[in-house]
């Protein structure tokens, strides 16, 4: 046997993670921005060299020096500790929103898909009740009506989530279930529970990863804007959308303290959608032949 035979009949190695995502540099820039939310989440109490809700009012207003790398606010807390700090809040709000609304929708939308007709019909009105309201308005309405929290504001983000999921897996429950595969597991005698988590639901998963992965930076976005007007985090847990009204009053005096939370959102959100954007193009068939 040749060389060239040998390299005709070897099987080509598939190309590791590292290397999959250097040949995409969105993926790449994605997956360190997102590395960096999270280790700022989990590591943070460990690193900060503050403790980011006690103030000290011996260096308030100060601009970003050795001591103090973002700088401090009006009340001469720490801004890095805070930023961090704030990473948790909005990993946490990412997780709990996203998470709730996936498995809650993915399991009406499965139901609505799968069994049709009344069931179908009122389940799918309801969340199309939901999904006219626009997201944000629909969020503030949830939780001026539940009391301003952070457990408020993540009920209201699920709720606001869910009809998004719920269509979703609708329409991919409807083409699955004529499936070849599906119309098997019903001629043997299988119960129409473990035909939808047996043969439906992993075929209707990819799109809904990608979907959930899409809306974790807009749930930090949500979540912002509701700190921002005073009904998510409350004070003193810090929140980037809570730091960001706050710097309203200093805009000129202290920009800095509305320069880092705003970045840090932007920095969050980006890596969250250029990893969303790498999962679609990975798990989409259609896209798929362009990688």
Known sequence: MTASDTAATTPARKP???RRAGANPRAALGLLLLA????????????????PVKPDFLVTLQAPNAAHPFGTDDLGRDIFSRI??????????????????????TMIGLLAGFYGGWV?????????VLFAFPAVLLALGITAALGPSLTNAM?????????????????????????????????????DLSIMLR?????????????????????????SYLSFLGLGTQPPQPSWGAMLKNAIGFLSLAP???????LAIFVAVLGLNLVGDALRDRLDPRLRKSL
């Open 16 to 18: 590791g993670l590292l």
């Open 36 to 51: 960096v939310l999270v280790l700022g989440a989990l590591i943070g109490p460990l690193v900060s060299p503050y403790d």
């Open 84 to 105: 961090l700090s704030g990473a948790r809040v909005a990993l946490l709000v990412g997780c709990v929103s996203v998470g709730s609304s996936i498995i809650f929708g």
């Open 120 to 128: 179908g019909m009122v389940l799918m009105r309801v969340m199309d």
């Open 155 to 191: 009920l209201a983000i699920s709720i606001v989530y869910l009809p998004i999921f719920a269509r979703l897996a609708r329409a991919q429950t409807l083409v699955v279930r004529e499936q070849t595969f599906t119309e098997a597991d019903r001629a043997m005698g299988f119960s």
């Open 199 to 223: 043969a439906i639901l992993p075929n209707i998963m990819a799109p809904l990863i990608v979907q959930a992965s899409l809306l974790f930076g807009d749930a930090i976005i949500v979540e």
């Open 256 to 262: 800095w303290m509305a320069w880092f939370p705003g």
